[in-house]
Every structure is written in structure tokens, then in C-alpha cells.
């Protein structure tokens, strides 16, 4: 049994006293090595819930966990950030030094950790996203996926165990988007906990589990099969489904024999052509 | 009258290692009226000849010309180009800063040194367009909107300038499914009840897709291809080439024409899919 490196039992959060909480009511828990897509639209907590895992904020009520450190607890603050790296969605926001290598090598000079060991974590980390030969540019020349890839190197060269991503593609072009998907995809067979929280649908596909937020609660969780199946429901949320999930049900609608809950095009293709 | 731009070339850093051609020998001409796609990777060149398009940056070679007057010859003109090609950044809503919806629209007319009664009269025609019911919003301050209407009033504000030509950078990034589908709904009913051309720059080929009449797509500082929506997505294969995605349905369609079903390449709607398919399906089975 893998251990749970993320707790959250019964949250719950508001940013001012008379507004609505933002998260309200969260249980969740996530497994080691798991990758978990949030959606949900503008507003449903789902940012809020990723800053609360990362102790940016506190919850109001209930407690969150992360590798059984408490967020709550003071001096476990930079532990826990360590543990849980964030990446967020403008990559000009979060870069910090004028060489490549020498921004992924700031959250590690910060831990005071031994010069010739940073060296080996930023090449290490360098590699890992595929970004190596761009070491010695400064960030600001480089595309917006090269960017985010940096970010995600920074957050590796601290050798963390869990990457949460808030929007990570937000800004990018398709092939940006593939570049960064791909990283995490790797990222996550390497035994790396993902929880990438996104707009597109066509990202949460490719997750292990897909979770919906709506006004501050959780209302659908499960593999993204599960989860997208219910098309309905997922619009009411303001939500989309993958075309091809839509496609299926209209077909099935016309009387095909198809199952309800593809989610990629292959799926579909080998069906449709057997 | 168009927007013409002829042979254009842009250089940018020039004389240092990163001197880059971010345009090079690029033809297109926008009508009045038309609602066009822009698409290219990052690094295609679509922002700097958008900002060509109004005069925000001159041409290293080449011109532009709006209507007939080329864009930078005469800087007093400039003003006028700008009103007639109004642009929407990136994250327009960050460019709000008044402290009412009213009076964040009514900033550029008032600029424009028109009397109070024709602001008015503009302003509560912009916010209409993009789809607000003007009593209720123009008191509301603007940072306490969502996303979506933020950028719908950040629209309106260059609305109110009547421009004759709309440009929109990724107006739909970051946002919602729902706040995307609001924005470009209003984008589309606002080129069907005004006479504005709108020029939509996207990542999101879907979007791209439900909406223009026309697509320029660049790669590396080129016109690479041109045409209808149906025209540019039937060539999969060469847009995925260039580092652009394709709508879902496209694929699909692909992946089922490549596998010998006997279906039309230029689907673009999960409605028209489907009718498609049935048909195939039910030749096949009899």
C-alpha cells in the first residue's frame, strides 16, 4: 500500500469574514506517485485549495497533512514547501535570476544546501525537463513552455516529492502545452506525485484521476473516464468534455453500440473501424 | 477599405546575437467586415504584426497602410489609426484601474476630447455589445466582476473608441470553459449587429474554428497558409507539423479517413461528425 503524502480532512476556508468560503467542507486524500487533475471554473476553490496544501494559506477550519506535517505548524513551513513544490500559471512571474541556471539553483543556495551538491541537483533537474543545452540564456529569451519547464526544474532542483501546478499551460501555445504535459508525464513514471490544476479537458484526460470542484466543494471524483462520462453534470458545472466523450453519447443516442465513457480518440477510431 | 500590409519585415534586437527576423515578407489584407483567425506557434510573429497592424511598432521594411493612410508615415495620424484598429492585450483586465465599470469605458472617449453627452451615449453602447445590461453594471466597480466580465468591459473599453477594426490577442486565455464560451459569443454577436472586422488571435483551434470566416496561419514569420476554417483543418497533418494543434473532431475524422471510412475531411462540428458517421455506419451494416 502506498502511503498518503497528501491529507486533507474537512477544510474548510473564507478570505474575508462575511464573504461565502472559498473551499468548503474538503476531504481529499492523495496517494504517492498519484496524478491528480483538478478542474472546476473561476471561483469553485481550486486555486484556493492548492495555496492551502502549499501553507500560503491556513485553513479556517479542518486540518490538511503533507507527509504528516501539518500546514498549520509553523516550523514545518519551509519542509512542507519543499516537499510540495508549486508552479504557477505566469511563467514571467516566477523566474528570478538572469541565467537559467542560476534561477533553478536559488530555492537550493536557499536551504544552504553544499555548493558541489547544487551544481549536481541543477544539471540533474536541467536534464529531467529537457532544458540543458538553454543552462547559460536568460529565461526572458526563452518560449513560454522552455519557461514553464524552468519553473518545473526549480521545484525539482529542491528535490521535491509532489508538484502542484496551478494553470501551468494557461499561457501557452499547443506545442508549449505537449512540452510541459509531457514533462509531468515523465515527471509522474518516475514516481513524482503530479496534482496539475487546469482548464482543459484534453489535460485532465491524461491523468490517473480527475477531480471536479464546484463552489467550494468536491463534486466528482474518479479516473477521468468516470468523471467525464457525465457530461450533463459536468456542463452544469461549466465545465466541457472532451469532443470525442460528446461525440460517443450523440451516437449512442442514434443507437450505435458504444460505451459511454471514452475519452480519446483512439478509443473511438478502433471501435468505430473493428 | 482594408488593412493592407505589404512585404513586411521585422527585426528585432538588431545588432546583437539575438537579432531575430520576427516578420519576414509577409502580404495579408483584412476587409471591412471580415472576422478573421490568427494563428501561429509562439514565436510566430502574430503579436508583432498585430502591433504593426496599429502602429505600435514601425515596420523595419515594407508598410501597412488602414483604409488608405500608411501606418507611421505621418505620426500626427497615428491617433487616428489607433481609434480606427483598436487592440485588446492579453489579460485586457489588468488594464482596468477606474474605480466604476462607467468610468473605466468612458476613459478613452473622454480622451478623445468628445462631449460628455456622446461619451455617455458610447459608453452605454460598448457595454451593450459585449452583452452587459447597462443600468445594472456601470456603477459596479470593476475588480469585483469574474474573470470573463472583467475582460468583457476591458472589450467594451476599446469599443467605445469606435474602432473599425477589432483586434483581439487571446481574449479567451486562462479563463473558464463557461467565461471562454461568454467572451466569444459576445465577440461573435458584435461583429454580426456592428460593421467592425474582428481579427481573433487564438491558441484555440476549436475556437478558431466555430468562429472565423478566414485563417492566416504563421510560421516563423511567414504566411504559411490561408484560408476558410474547413481549408486550414483538412491539412492535419501539416498543422501539427508547424507545432499547431487541431480540433478534436478533426482528428477524429482523420484517424476514421485514414482507416478507409468513407466520411467528408472538412468536418469541423461534433453535430456534422456525427451525421457523418451515422451515414458510413449504417452503408456499412446493410
Request: aromatic share 6%; proline share 4%.
Amino acid at each position: 500500500m502506498k502511503e498518503y503524502i497528501i491529507k486533507i480532512d474537512k477544510v474548510k476556508y473564507k478570505y474575508e469574514k462575511n464573504t461565502d468560503y472559498a473551499v468548503n467542507g474538503v476531504s481529499l486524500n492523495i496517494k504517492e506517485g498519484e496524478f491528480t487533475a483538478i478542474i472546476g471554473r473561476n471561483g469553485s476553490g481550486k486555486s484556493t485549495l492548492a495555496k492551502l496544501i502549499n501553507s500560503i494559506l491556513l485553513p479556517t477550519e479542518g486540518k490538511i497533512y503533507v507527509k504528516g506535517m501539518d500546514t498549520s505548524d509553523d516550523t514545518k513551513l519551509w519542509d512542507i514547501r519543499q516537499t510540495a513544490g508549486m508552479v504557477f500559471q505566469n511563467p514571467d512571474n516566477q523566474l528570478v535570476a538572469t541565467i537559467v541556471e542560476e534561477d533553478i539553483a536559488f530555492g537550493p543556495e536557499n536551504l544552504g544546501v553544499e555548493p558541489e551538491e547544487i551544481r549536481r541537483r541543477v544539471d540533474e533537474a536541467l536534464n529531467t525537463v529537457g532544458m540543458y543545452e538553454f543552462r547559460k540564456r536568460p529565461p526572458h529569451l526563452l518560449s513560454g513552455g522552455q519557461k514553464q519547464r524552468i519553473a518545473i526544474a526549480g521545484v525539482l532542483a529542491l528535490n521535491s516529492e509532489c508538484i502542484i501546478l496551478d494553470e501551468p499551460t494557461a499561457m501557452l501555445d499547443p506545442s508549449g502545452r505537449k512540452e510541459v504535459m509531457e514533462t509531468l508525464k515523465k515527471l509522474n513514471a518516475e514516481g513524482k506525485t503530479i496534482l496539475l490544476i487546469t482548464h482543459f479537458m484534453d489535460e485532465a484526460v491524461q491523468a490517473d484521476r480527475v477531480i471536479v470542484m464546484d463552489k467550494g466543494y468536491i463534486k466528482l471524483d474518479g479516473t477521468p473516464k468516470e468523471v467525464f462520462r457525465n457530461i450533463d453534470e459536468i456542463k452544469k458545472y461549466g465545465l466541457d468534455v472532451p469532443q470525442v466523450t460528446e461525440l460517443t453519447q450523440e451516437l449512442i443516442k442514434e443507437g450505435l453500440d458504444l460505451p459511454p465513457d471514452i475519452i480519446e480518440v483512439k478509443e473511438l477510431v478502433d471501435l468505430l473501424c473493428q | 477599405m482594408p488593412i493592407r500590409a505589404e512585404n513586411i519585415k521585422y527585426v528585432y534586437s538588431e545588432g546583437t546575437p539575438f537579432r531575430t527576423l520576427a516578420l519576414d515578407g509577409i502580404n495579408v489584407r483584412i476587409d471591412r467586415g471580415e472576422f478573421v483567425g490568427l494563428i501561429g506557434h509562439t514565436g510566430s510573429g502574430k503579436s508583432t504584426l498585430i502591433q504593426l497592424f496599429n502602429g505600435l511598432e514601425p515596420a523595419t521594411e515594407g508598410k501597412v497602410e488602414v483604409d488608405g493612410t500608411q501606418v507611421g508615415e505621418d505620426k500626427k495620424k497615428l491617433k487616428l489609426i489607433r481609434q480606427k484598429v483598436g487592440l485588446v492585450f492579453q489579460y485586457p483586465e489588468y488594464q482596468l484601474f477606474e474605480e466604476t465599470v462607467e468610468k473605466d469605458v468612458a476613459f478613452g472617449p473622454i480622451n478623445l476630447g468628445l462631449t460628455r453627452e456622446e461619451t455617455d451615449h458610447r459608453v452605454k453602447e460598448a457595454l451593450e455589445l459585449v452583452g452587459f445590461n447597462y443600468k445594472k453594471i456601470k456603477d459596479a466597480s470593476p475588480f469585483e466582476l469574474s474573470g470573463g466580465q472583467k475582460r468583457r468591459v476591458a472589450i467594451a473599453g476599446v469599443l467605445a473608441m469606435k474602432p473599425d477594426y477589432l483586434i483581439l490577442d487571446e481574449p479567451t486565455a486562462g479563463l473558464d470553459p463557461a467565461g471562454r464560451n461568454e467572451i466569444l459569443g459576445q465577440v461573435k454577436k458584435l461583429h454580426e449587429v456592428s460593421e467592425v472586422s474582428v481579427i481573433l488571435v487564438s491558441h484555440s483551434m476549436e475556437d478558431i474554428a466555430k468562429l472565423v470566416d478566414r485563417v492566416i496561419v504563421l510560421y516563423r514569420g511567414k504566411v504559411h497558409m490561408q484560408g476558410t476554417p474547413k481549408d486550414i483543418y483538412s491539412k492535419a497533418d501539416e498543422l501539427e507539423r508547424i507545432g499547431l494543434g487541431i480540433p478534436q473532431i478533426a482528428s477524429i475524422v482523420r484517424d476514421l479517413r485514414n482507416r478507409g471510412f468513407n466520411i467528408k475531411q472538412d468536418i469541423l462540428t461534433v453535430e456534422e461528425a456525427k451525421e457523418e458517421i451515422l451515414k458510413e455506419v449504417r452503408r456499412r451494416n446493410v
